[in-house]
């Protein structure tokens, strides 16, 4: 095999999650896995979870319809608004929730279960508290059942911030419980869940902290990384001096090992994973383990590259062998 190979601890995951549940005061419990599981492998993670939650989140249509294919039951809720009516036609025939977020995408919802996604900051999907009463029109004409509304929680390590999206968000959920009463409240991702009290609401969507790891500005007590990635040993042969390609000319090596694993597995070439320069499938290193851990601590990686964990973790390609333990 000549794979890199993923780890991928669904026992861990679960206990984060019952973690994170106990947390949530009995809010509705939304596991977020996009991004194929944000590199953990979205059906093997969500078949293993789904006793545990209340339903799922999906960034697109597409992946909401490999989950339903995989045998997940519960609710999925796909984040990103309806665009075109093919995405409708999709989310009618794999029954997934979808989310309107203006009059155009409430047009599309016709005879959809759909959420309404609402712009209290974060200024990237969701309408405008100003625009709400046109879409709540254009969702009552065009027959679209309406069980939740939502927004995202931005910068909440930010008292002031947060509170003012809060204040905004309880304002637009009057208006849509006004008219649709059992309507699902939800603003917290991993960070609001981890703050609790009144960010809980009726629900919440966890994403990030359930494979392990906490958002700026939160500490991760109680939280398990379930992720590990090795490197497979290819070879390990005499070091012969004066290349630069891969070594320091200078340094004195007695053998270097090379590893299959590189760019296009997801992994920057800015940050050197033994000696020289990461190649685009594989690098070499002093080390000569048949297997070389890669990362096991997505955050320690990120600092390393200049980045969050958040990426890291969505980095791990499908170039990668998953092993599942429980």
């Known amino acids: 095999m000549q794979k890199t190979i993923s780890v991928i601890d669904l026992g861990a995951i679960a206990r984060n999650v019952k973690y994170l549940k106990s947390l949530s005061g009995g809010a509705k419990f939304f596991a977020v896995v996009k991004a194929d599981a944000y590199g953990h492998g979205a059906e093997r993670v969500s078949l293993h979870i789904q006793d545990l939650a209340d339903g799922f989140c999906v960034a697109i249509t597409e992946e909401g319809a490999a989950l339903r294919v995989a045998g997940i039951t519960k609710p999925i809720l796909v984040l990103t608004p309806l665009i075109s009516r093919d995405d409708a036609l999709a989310a009618k025939h794999y029954n997934l929730t979808a989310t309107v977020n203006g009059v155009r995408s409430a047009r599309l919802a016709s005879g959809l279960d759909c959420h309404i996604k609402v712009n209290t900051g974060m200024n990237r999907y969701g309408c405008n508290i100003s625009e709400l009463g046109d879409t709540l029109r254009a969702l009552n004409e065009s027959g679209a059942r309406v069980s939740g509304v939502y927004s995202h929680l931005y910068c909440p390590h930010i008292p002031a911030e947060r509170e003012r999206q809060y204040e905004l968000f309880t304002a637009a959920c009057n208006m849509v419980k006004g008219a649709y009463p059992r309507a699902v409240c939800h603003i917290s991702a991993s960070a609001g869940t981890l703050l609790g009290g009144k960010y809980l609401l009726d629900g919440v969507r966890c994403g990030i902290a359930m494979y392990g790891y906490a958002p700026c500005g939160f500490s991760r007590t ?24 891969y070594a320091v000319a200078e340094k004195d090596y007695k053998t270097l090992s090379a590893y299959r694993l590189g760019y296009a597995d997801g992994f920057a070439r800015t940050v050197s994973l033994g000696e020289g320069n990461l190649c685009m499938d594989a690098f070499v290193s002093e080390k000569c383990d048949g297997l070389l851990e890669v ?24 170039r990668s062998d998953r092993v599942y333990i429980v």
């Open 222 to 245: 109680g939280l398990t990384p379930a992720l590990k990635v090795y490197a497979r040993k290819v070879q390990t042969s005499a070091f012969v001096p004066n290349g630069t390609g």
């Open 295 to 318: 990362f096991s601590d997505a955050d320690e990686y990120a600092a390393r590259c200049g980045t969050i964990s958040y990426e890291a973790l969505c980095s791990v390609t499908r």
